[in-house]
């Protein structure tokens, strides 16, 4: 089991840039395919990026690449979303998730991570 706990989200001006974090506590992180997720109000929640366990592979929503940038670092047991050029679109609340169960595929349904959590609200301004 992992706990997960996201931080760096906030009040930024359309066009700049924020770094999300999610530490991870438990000594199986390292192997855990991670997730990034976000849900808007009235919408559902939607997929971002994911990233294997390694760091090696990354998958990205066609219409978020270039922009975002997934990572991790598992000396740290800590995930990291870099968004840049944000926009009023990209309003959310950003969740990280944990995949344990990793195949040769990167998911994106939000139904293969297991673990998820509390989120952490992107509001961008126009």
């Known amino acids: 089991q992992v706990q997960l706990v996201e931080s760096g989200g906030g009040l930024v001006q359309a066009g700049g840039s924020l770094r999300l974090s999610c530490a991870a506590s438990g000594r199986t992180f390292s192997s855990y395919a991670m997730g990034w997720f976000r849900q808007a109000p009235g919408k559902e929640r939607e997929f971002v990026a994911a990233i294997s366990w390694s760091g090696d592979s990354t998958y990205y929503a066609d219409s978020l690449k270039g922009r975002f940038t997934i990572s991790r670092d598992n000396a740290k047991n800590t995930v990291y979303l870099q968004m840049n050029s944000l926009k009023p679109e990209d309003t959310a609340v950003y969740y990280c998730?944990?995949?344990?169960?990793?195949?040769?595929?990167?998911?994106?349904?939000?139904?293969?991570?297991?673990?998820w959590g509390q989120g952490t609200q992107v509001t961008v301004s126009s």
């Open positions: 998730a944990a995949d344990p169960l990793p195949t040769m595929h990167l998911k994106r349904a939000y139904y293969e991570y297991h673990y």
